[in-house]
């Protein structure tokens, strides 16, 4: 075995023994909650729905700032333009 081979299996084994250690405090810490009957959330693994609930996020504040912006607008109304701030289109 050349000193190549034994870096890589050690490295594969150290990666080995930190995926075993998370697996055991996740479930320590899934049991826990069990036990106290509450709910245990799993990780959503699909990148496409990480992806979708990110998009919906940023569509939502950029909605809340133009309501934001709306409302200050009504607040500053004085009869003319001026103090007026432009709504970002969406």
Do not use: H
């Amino acid at each position: 075995m050349d000193i190549i081979d034994v870096v890589i299996l050690l490295g594969v084994c150290f990666m080995f023994c930190l995926l075993i250690l998370w697996t055991y405090t996740l479930g320590l810490r899934n049991g826990q909650k069990l036990s106290k009957k509450e709910e245990v959330v799993l990780p959503d693994l699909n990148p496409i729905s990480v992806v979708n609930k990110q998009i919906e996020k940023a569509e939502i504040k950029k909605e809340e700032k133009a309501f934001d912006i709306m409302i200050s607008n009504i607040d500053n109304y004085d009869g003319t333009g001026i103090g007026q701030k432009d709504i970002p289109i969406r």
